[in-house]
């Protein structure tokens, strides 16, 4: 019997991959509070104001960070000779840690 293919998977997602994300995100809620805070005079209306454009675009948001997280993960073939690296295995690989006298 065959055994089945072993794959390796890891996310190279990092914070400047969503900044430009972050930042869009923090203005539709300045503008948001600044419509909301416009229309005061009838505080329904202001509440409202605020909540649709927070509904309205949190799916637009939500789809923007999914797909750029689906886009940074990769998966890779393991060799069936191959031992997989663990964490101790791979700090080792990258050299002495330096240590302080103490």
Sequence with gaps: MISPQ???FSCTLTFGDIYGQVMVW???IFVSLAAAIAMYQNPVYAFLTGGLILVLSLPFLLFA???TLLNNIE???LDATA???SSATNAK???PE???PG
Excluded: A, D, E, S
């Design 93 to 95: 690989q990258q050299g």
């Design 6 to 8: 072993k794959y390796r």
């Design 26 to 28: 923090l203005i539709v």
């Design 83 to 85: 031992q997989p690296v």
């Design 98 to 100: 330096l240590v302080q």
């Design 75 to 77: 998966m890779m073939p």
């Design 65 to 67: 960070f999914v797909t």
